[in-house]
Every structure is written in C-alpha cells, then in structure tokens.
C-alpha cells in the first residue's frame, strides 16, 4: 500500500466511523424530540412526521402502533445523505475534501446543542451537504493508480466500510447510554440528549481534519498519467506481457454510455439490496423473536466475513477475472441468499434448526455480497473515467470530455446508489408487512437474478469491445 493509499485508508477508518456512530441511534432522536415536542401539534416536528405518515399509508398500514413506525421512517430518512458534485475536478481533491470536512465538523457541532427538532434537521442538512468523502477518496485513489492497480486500491475503501460499520453502530449506542461529564453540563448550555456520540464524533472528525492537512498531498493532475490504449489495457500486449484483466471502452461515447447503464445498475442493486438490509431485523424479531444482542452479532458476523473477503480474495481476485464478472458474482450470491431468505419462513414451523441454518446461510451470502458488488462497480465506473491533466502554465484542469472528468462522473454514480439506499428500504417494508417474507424475498431474489443476467451482458459487450479494438 503506497503512502497516499495509506492516508486515504485511515482518513476513511476516522469519517466512516464518525458516520455510523450515530446510524442506530436516528429513531430514538426523533422520539426523543417527539415527547419534547408532541404538545405542538403545529410544530415543525408535528408536521414533519403528519407529512411522513401520508407517504407511508400510500404503501402500507401497520396493523399496530403507526406511529413508532412513523417514527422508525423518519430516523430512516434522517439518515440518508447526499453527495457533492465536480468541484475537486476544477479546485482540487484535498481543498474540496477539507471543505467537506469543515461542513462535517460544523454539522456535528450542530447536533451537540441541538434541543429542537428544526436544529437537529439543521445538522443534517449541513452534514448531507458536506458529505462527499468517500466520493473524494475514490477520486485520490483513481488519481494515483494505474487502471490495473486500480481494483485492488479501491477495495480498501470496502475494508474501511466493513471495519466500521461492525464497530461504529454498537460503540454509537454505548456512548448513547453514557452521560457527558458534570463539568459539560454545568457550563450552562443545553446539550442534545445523545450529546456523548455527537461529541466522540466532533473529536474524530477534528482529528481526521487534521490528519489531511498534514498527510494528504494535492493528488489531481499529479498521478498516473494514462496512455493511449483501445481497451485499457495498459501496455502489456505490446511488450508481450500477460495482461491484466480490465473493464474500460474504447471511444468516449462508448465510456460515457457504459457510465450510464453503470448507474442504472448501481441504482437498481442498491434499492433491492438496501431493502433487504433493512428487513432483516424485522425478519429476526419477527420469527425468531431476536433481541438487539443477537441482531448485532448477526450485522456484526455480516461485516467481519465481509471485510475478510475483501481483503483475501477480493483484491487478490478483481483483477485477474475483472471488475463487472466480480459484480456479476456478489449480485448472484444476493440472489442465493434472498431465495433461502424466502425459504425461512416455510421451514421455521417445523424445522426450525433448517432454519436457522438458512439464515446463517443468507448472512455469508450477503457478507459476498456486501464485499463485492459496490467495490466492483465503482472501480469498473472509474476505469471509464479521464484522468485529470493540470496545464502547467495556467494550472487549469484540461478536459477531453466533460462527463469523463473523474470527480463528476463518480459524482453522479455515487449519487445514484444514494437514491436507491433512499427508496429501496421504503419500498422493501411496504411489501414485508404487506405481502409476507418469503414472497418479499422471493421477488428480491428474481431482482437480483436478472440484474446478474444484465451485468453478465455489459461484461459480455465490454469483451466483444475490445476484441473488435484488437
């Protein structure tokens, strides 16, 4: 691991442990602020979750307590995040990067005082504006990496996800259940009820900041600096090396159109996966009458089998088979795991170590899953990607196509996975309490097998490419 990579790790280990500290603790913020502020029934908060109850009775009605539903969909909602557009392709990777620190920083500072609704929403705004890290992080490592080394930099932003997403949620609701010291509250100033993790993730963000400032170098324009290549494959046929296996166009209009069905499928995935992500407690406590303990060694057990797959056979694997066969892989295991996920509930009345054991089964399915698919179509999306040339005599960026600039492209592909976590969990809770589990799941599963189908024929035309280009 080369020095910037290694920055770029662990600013990403501090940020996305900051972002998951909070992740379990959004619904008990919004009920916290609704006894606080049930009494106005005018008030910001009142017609804030009136306004989330209309769009939930659109798709489904809880046959019991509709508003700690409610309540569970705003916190979902609460959570969701936005991403930034092409400012570090003009400006910069590490000035853009700082800003959103500083956004970040503000948005946790926020939350600390925030004792209203409207101000806690305040901070979400800020923080969702800022947000564009991992964003960023792809960029500086597609900056300084060649397109063979590319895949196996970029899973180290999938380790990152998977270290932090096993420890951030649980160290968030310890902290939760901790007070902040007497000397805080004797200052005078009113703090938010979860003031301990808001400030545990004011510290990691002020610390990842400073980190930057020192550690991170200017990487745009200054990396890898690509050749003319039909197919991206570097060099190595011409020196009658072994190539390795890579998964770019050849023409401009060739790139910007893989992109964009990248981004349909980037969208699709993540609105059917993230469904099933948020179902599956549900599924726990509703069958196996599960509690927090054993649902968060079951999350947990998903992250470290995740993070051991991207780490021994993910970046070792991607670029000897390629980034769109290693997508087409994790989606047919999501597939897999969905199909005995709809299986479960036919076999727990009467079998009910069967099926526990599909459950097991389906969480090392979707531990593939989670290793694999996001990783992969982000390295096969910035593999279409220009690299940044900087004139040097103005210093400005030199662009063969704007929709290839890097920071905008990635931009865009981040933001479409963005809007399925929005609207697949929406969608997947209407069909589980609607239609039942295992027809929920079965649906999923037939989903993930013709998105499997689809990726194998953009990986099928990617190869007819390059074969006609040779």
């Given at each position: 691991?080369?020095?910037?990579?290694?920055?770029?790790?662990?600013?990403?280990?501090?940020?996305?442990?900051?972002?998951?500290?909070?992740?379990?603790?959004?619904?008990?913020?919004?009920?916290?602020?609704?006894?606080?502020?049930?009494?106005?029934?005018?008030?910001?908060?009142?017609?804030?979750?009136?306004?989330?109850?209309?769009?939930?009775?659109?798709?489904?009605?809880?046959?019991?307590?509709?508003?700690?539903?409610?309540?569970?969909?705003?916190?979902?909602?609460?959570?969701?995040?936005?991403?930034?557009?092409?400012?570090?392709?003009?400006?910069?990777?590490?000035?853009?990067?700082?800003?959103?620190?500083?956004?970040?920083?503000?948005?946790?500072?926020?939350?600390?005082?925030?004792?209203?609704?409207?101000?806690?929403?305040?901070?979400?705004?800020?923080?969702?504006?800022?947000?564009?890290?991992?964003?960023?992080?792809?960029?500086?490592?597609?900056?300084?990496?060649?397109?063979?080394?590319?895949?196996?930099?970029?899973?180290?932003?999938?380790?990152?996800?998977?270290?932090?997403?096993?420890?951030?949620?649980?160290?968030?609701?310890?902290?939760?259940?901790?007070?902040?010291?007497?000397?805080?509250?004797?200052?005078?100033?009113?703090?938010?009820?979860?003031?301990?993790?808001?400030?545990?993730?004011?510290?990691?963000?002020?610390?990842?900041?400073?980190?930057?400032?020192?550690?991170?170098?200017?990487?745009?324009?200054?990396?890898?600096?690509?050749?003319?290549?039909?197919?991206?494959?570097?060099?190595?046929?011409?020196?009658?090396?072994?190539?390795?296996?890579?998964?770019?166009?050849?023409?401009?209009?060739?790139?910007?159109?893989?992109?964009?069905?990248?981004?349909?499928?980037?969208?699709?995935?993540?609105?059917?996966?993230?469904?099933?992500?948020?179902?599956?407690?549900?599924?726990?406590?509703?069958?196996?009458?599960?509690?927090?303990?054993?649902?968060g060694a079951l999350i947990g057990s998903i992250g470290i089998i995740s993070a051991l797959l991207q780490g021994g056979y993910v970046r070792r694997a991607m670029s000897k088979i390629g980034e769109g066969n290693m997508a087409r892989r994790g989606i047919s295991s999501c597939a897999v795991g969905?199909?005995?996920?709809?299986?479960?509930?036919?076999?727990?009345?009467?079998?009910?170590?069967?099926?526990?054991?599909?459950?097991?089964?389906?969480?090392?399915?979707?531990?593939?899953?989670?290793?694999?698919?996001?990783?992969?179509?982000?390295?096969?999306?910035?593999?279409?990607?220009?690299?940044?040339?900087?004139?040097?005599?103005?210093?400005?960026?030199?662009?063969?196509?704007?929709?290839?600039?890097?920071?905008?492209?990635?931009?865009?592909?981040?933001?479409?996975?963005?809007?399925?976590?929005?609207?697949?969990?929406?969608?997947?809770?209407?069909?589980?309490?609607?239609?039942?589990?295992?027809?929920?799941?079965?649906?999923?599963?037939?989903?993930?097998?013709?998105?499997?189908?689809?990726?194998?024929?953009?990986?099928?035309?990617?190869?007819?490419?390059?074969?006609?280009?040779?």
């Open positions: 691991m080369g020095k910037v990579e290694r920055v770029v790790f662990l600013s990403l280990v501090l940020d996305l442990f900051a972002f998951t500290i909070p992740l379990p603790l959004f619904p008990r913020i919004i009920e916290w602020y609704t006894e606080r502020e049930s009494s106005d029934p005018s008030g910001f908060l009142s017609r804030t979750l009136s306004f989330v109850s209309g769009a939930r009775s659109l798709l489904y009605q809880p046959t019991s307590n509709p508003r700690r539903w409610d309540i569970v969909l705003l916190g979902g909602l609460m959570g969701s995040i936005f991403s930034i557009g092409s400012l570090s392709d003009k400006y910069g990777r590490k000035r853009i990067l700082l800003i959103t620190m500083i956004g970040n920083i503000l948005s946790a500072l926020v939350w600390l005082f925030s004792t209203s609704f409207a101000s806690y929403l305040l901070s979400r705004v800020i923080g969702g504006l800022s947000e564009g890290n991992v964003q960023l992080a792809i960029a500086i490592l597609s900056d300084v990496t060649t397109p063979e080394t590319r895949a196996k930099a970029l899973a180290h932003v999938g380790i990152a996800f998977a270290i932090c997403f096993c420890i951030g949620p649980p160290i968030g609701a310890y902290f939760a259940s901790r007070p902040l010291p007497s000397s805080f509250s004797a200052s005078g100033y009113e703090l938010n009820v979860y003031a301990a993790p808001a400030a545990l993730t004011l510290v990691l963000l002020s610390l990842e900041t400073v980190f930057l400032i020192f550690a991170l170098p200017e990487t745009r324009g200054k990396g890898y600096t690509q050749k003319p290549s039909v197919n991206g494959s570097a060099n190595g046929a011409a020196n009658g090396k072994a190539t390795t296996q890579t998964s770019r166009q050849g023409t401009a209009t060739e790139r910007v159109q893989m992109l964009k069905t990248l981004q349909r499928l980037h969208l699709l995935f993540l609105g059917v996966f993230s469904g099933v992500e948020f179902t599956l407690t549900f599924l726990t406590f509703d069958l196996f009458d599960w509690n927090n303990k054993q649902n969905l199909v005995l996920l709809a299986l479960l509930p036919q076999a727990l009345p009467n079998y009910p170590t069967v099926a526990l054991r599909l459950l097991q089964g389906a969480a090392v399915c979707m531990a593939m899953t989670s290793a694999t698919v996001v990783n992969a179509l982000t390295a096969y999306a910035s593999l279409q990607c220009d690299d940044v040339t900087v004139d040097p005599d103005t210093g400005k960026t030199m662009e063969e196509h704007p929709e290839l600039a890097k920071g905008k492209a990635l931009g865009k592909f981040r933001s479409s996975g963005q809007l399925g976590r929005a609207i697949g969990p929406l969608f997947a809770c209407a069909s589980y309490w609607t239609f039942g589990p295992s027809l929920t799941y079965a649906v999923s599963a037939v989903a993930m097998f013709t998105l499997s189908a689809r990726m194998r024929s953009v990986t099928t035309r990617r190869t007819v490419v390059g074969a006609k280009a040779q």
